[in-house]
């Protein structure tokens, strides 16, 4: 799992507040199904992905990554999810 030095300052803001063992605890816990971010200023290639799982404690975040052809995991962002995170993400995951 990769994480840049800029990512992981962002996720230790008070904003976001998610260490690196709760996003791990996250891909243990998640159910099958992402989301693709489709937005224009978004657009990477490979595409950006997310998912919505809880951590070990319960605290349920919102995963963006990136998912490289060689297997590597980056990560973009992981943040609590919202009420309406999560039911764009019921509704459109596959």
């Keep these: 799992m990769l994480i840049s ?3 992981r300052q962002k996720l230790n803001q008070s ?3 998610v260490t690196e063992a709760e996003i791990l605890e ?3 816990n998640r ?4 989301c693709i971010d489709t937005r224009a200023w978004h657009a990477t290639n490979p595409e950006t992905r ?3 799982a809880q951590t ?6 919102k995963i963006v990554y ?4 060689s297997g590597l995991v980056e990560i973009k962002s992981a ?4 009420p309406n995170v999560k039911r764009i993400y019921e509704k459109y995951r596959r």
């Design 26 to 28: 996250c891909f243990a």
């Design 56 to 61: 070990d404690r319960g605290r349920e975040l």
């Design 15 to 17: 904003d976001h507040n």
């Design 5 to 7: 030095p800029s990512v």
């Design 50 to 52: 997310w998912f919505v």
């Design 66 to 69: 990136i998912f490289h052809m």
């Design 31 to 34: 159910e099958p199904g992402d």
């Design 79 to 82: 943040y609590s999810a919202t």
